[in-house]
């Protein structure tokens, strides 16, 4: 798959060209982030279709406005399979998701 992990270029545009912001939402998003995924696999557990689907459709906004293309993609696919109440795929979906967020992290890092 030929995604990029962090456009930066596209994240600064969301923000006005505002560095400092991107800055501060960085930070507030990497001080949630656990909580959410932490969420998100309890609600997996549970096979909380509903739930799983606004979870990761509030993630996807975030991940869309920190120009994480690749988790923001994986985070609809999640959204959509929990619309849908199809849940076959949401655990392998969801291992995907945290690797390509755990790559986020440590790419923004830099």
Same mark, same amino acid.
């Given at each position: 798959?030929?995604?990029?992990?962090?456009?930066?270029?596209? *994240?600064? @545009?969301?923000? &006005?060209?505002?560095?400092? !912001?991107? +800055?501060?939402?960085?930070?507030?998003?990497?001080? #949630? %982030?656990?909580?959410?995924?932490?969420?998100?696999?309890?609600?997996?557990?549970?096979?909380?279709?509903?739930?799983?689907?606004?979870? *990761?459709? @509030?993630?996807? &906004?975030?991940?869309?406005? !920190?120009? +994480?293309?690749?988790?923001?993609?994986?985070?609809? #696919? %999640?959204?959509?399979?929990?619309?849908?109440?199809?849940?076959?795929?949401?655990?392998?979906?969801?291992?995907?998701?945290?690797?390509?967020?755990?790559?986020?992290?440590?790419?923004?890092?830099?």
């Amino acid at each position: 798959m030929n995604s990029i992990v962090f456009d930066k270029k596209a *994240a600064l @545009s969301y923000v &006005g060209g505002d560095s400092e !912001l991107l +800055a501060e939402i960085i930070g507030i998003f990497r001080e #949630e %982030i656990d909580e959410k995924l932490e969420r998100m696999r309890t609600w997996i557990a549970q096979n909380n279709a509903l739930e799983i689907s606004r979870c *990761a459709h @509030s993630i996807k &906004g975030e991940l869309h406005t !920190l120009g +994480a293309t690749l988790s923001r993609r994986i985070a609809a #696919e %999640i959204e959509i399979a929990g619309a849908s109440g199809d849940l076959n795929d949401i655990p392998s979906l969801f291992n995907q998701f945290v690797e390509e967020i755990n790559r986020f992290i440590r790419e923004i890092g830099k």
